[in-house]
């Protein structure tokens, strides 16, 4: 048994909590929420350093301003770190984090809960596979109908805090897992409806190291059915439809995700041959619950980080690179 302690209590937060109680080898130890009002039984903790005293592991699902020096903080004392997405606010400050945690050899963890999701590791498996053979063009369709008083957390509305960091950057790491690395960007982006500093829509070209191009369209002020959130059916507080956010095409296929639908030709590519369309089987697995108990294997050291700090690095240097090209109107090249 591994005694997990939770900073911050906001909306995933509080999923975390609920899931580590669906854990066997887990247990809460301890919350950490200066503001948080009603905390029933929670076993609170008045600061970061009771928390991990108290702690085998932390989960930070703090505000992004504090990712980089609560990690820091955490990995400087051996404590293994499971960091909400993003890592950290700017690639600098992730890369301090990667690097502080490869010094001190503590494990470090990226909260890109998808990949736990048993859908995210057949779709990898079947594009590994070849069937779709060589992969060509990839598009991700990001669209978040969020209520206004969403937005009156004001934090939210600061530049760093809108879609693009908080929820774009999760299904960039997944096409990046699935595809390969994004080495080139373009992109534009639009604030029009709030006229807040945050981005709502924000459209990117992409091009992979594999020599495939992607698109990917965000907005969080267009209604409609089309994201994870939306068709992956992982959170019951999101209505589910039967739509898709993600495409992945090659040129003997290619494969729709949430659901799973394969496409292919006996006779293709051909356009005028019919196509046909198969529905892979999975079984469901909450991704949150997978991923504590992955937490709980990495700090036993019986499993090496899913997503690691590294990780999490590349995937917030392309949303940087996504957010500077839309500034400057110009191409921008990813670290790699």
């Not at 598009?139 to 004001?154: A, N, S, V």
């Given at each position: 048994?591994?005694?997990?302690?939770?900073?911050?209590?906001?909306?995933?937060?509080?999923?975390?909590?609920?899931?580590?109680?669906?854990?066997?080898?887990?247990?809460?130890?301890?919350?950490?929420?200066?503001?948080?009002?009603?905390?029933?039984?929670?076993?609170?903790?008045?600061?970061?350093?009771?928390?991990?005293?108290?702690s085998d592991g932390i989960i930070l699902?703090?505000?992004?301003?504090?990712?980089?020096?609560?990690?820091?903080?955490?990995?400087?004392?051996?404590?293994?770190?499971?960091?909400?997405?993003?890592?950290?606010?700017?690639?600098?400050?992730?890369?301090?984090?990667?690097?502080?945690?490869?010094?001190?050899?503590?494990?470090?963890?990226?909260?890109h809960h998808r990949r736990h999701n048993?859908?995210?590791?057949?779709?990898?498996?079947?594009?590994?596979?070849?069937?779709?053979?060589?992969?060509?063009?990839?598009?991700?369709?990001?669209?978040?109908?969020?209520?206004?008083?969403?937005?009156?957390?004001?934090?939210?509305?600061?530049?760093?805090?809108?879609?693009?960091?908080?929820?774009?950057?999760?299904?960039?790491?997944?096409?990046?897992?699935?595809?390969?690395?994004?080495?080139?960007?373009?992109?534009?982006?639009?604030?029009?409806?709030?006229?807040?500093?945050?981005?709502?829509?924000?459209?990117?070209?992409?091009?992979?190291?594999?020599?495939?191009?992607?698109?990917?369209?965000?907005?969080?002020?267009?209604?409609?059915?089309?994201?994870?959130?939306?068709?992956?059916?992982?959170?019951?507080?999101?209505?589910?439809?039967?739509?898709?956010?993600?495409?992945?095409?090659?040129?003997?296929?290619?494969?729709?995700?949430?659901?799973?639908?394969?496409?292919?030709?006996?006779?293709?590519?051909?356009?005028?041959?019919?196509?046909?369309?198969?529905?892979?089987?999975?079984?469901?697995?909450?991704?949150?619950?997978?991923?504590?108990?992955?937490?709980?294997?990495?700090?036993?050291?019986?499993?090496?980080?899913?997503?690691?700090?590294?990780?999490g690095l590349r995937a917030v240097r392309?949303?940087?690179?996504?957010?500077?090209?839309?500034?400057?109107?110009?191409?921008?090249?990813?670290?790699?």
């Amino acid at each position: 048994m591994k005694r997990i302690g939770v900073a911050g209590a906001g909306l995933i937060g509080k999923r975390h909590i609920e899931a580590i109680k669906h854990v066997p080898n887990a247990e809460l130890s301890g919350v950490l929420d200066p503001g948080l009002q009603d905390v029933g039984d929670l076993p609170m903790q008045n600061d970061l350093g009771a928390l991990s005293d108290c702690s085998d592991g932390i989960i930070l699902a703090v505000p992004n301003a504090l990712h980089a020096p609560m990690a820091i903080t955490l990995l400087e004392k051996n404590c293994p770190v499971l960091v909400e997405k993003p890592l950290a606010r700017t690639a600098a400050e992730g890369a301090e984090i990667v690097s502080i945690a490869e010094y001190n050899n503590t494990p470090l963890l990226v909260g890109h809960h998808r990949r736990h999701n048993p859908m995210i590791a057949k779709a990898k498996e079947i594009i590994e596979s070849g069937v779709l053979g060589v992969i060509t063009a990839v598009h991700g369709h990001c669209w978040l109908p969020k209520p206004d008083y969403y937005y009156d957390t004001e934090w939210r509305q600061g530049e760093g805090a809108g879609p693009l960091f908080i929820n774009l950057i999760h299904d960039v790491d997944i096409l990046m897992h699935l595809c390969g690395p994004i080495t080139q960007v373009q992109a534009l982006e639009s604030n029009s409806i709030r006229g807040a500093e945050a981005e709502e829509v924000s459209v990117a070209i992409l091009r992979f190291s594999n020599g495939a191009l992607g698109t990917v369209n965000l907005s969080d002020v267009s209604l409609g059915p089309w994201s994870w959130e939306l068709t992956a059916a992982e959170n019951s507080a999101y209505p589910a439809t039967d739509q898709f956010s993600y495409v992945v095409g090659g040129r003997n296929g290619s494969i729709s995700l949430p659901n799973l639908t394969l496409w292919g030709q006996n006779e293709g590519p051909n356009w005028w041959k019919p196509i046909s369309a198969s529905r892979m089987p999975i079984a469901t697995q909450d991704p949150l619950q997978a991923q504590i108990n992955h937490f709980v294997d990495v700090i036993c050291g019986k499993s090496q980080p899913l997503v690691s700090g590294t990780d999490g690095l590349r995937a917030v240097r392309v949303v940087e690179a996504i957010k500077k090209a839309a500034q400057t109107g110009q191409s921008v090249s990813v670290q790699q």
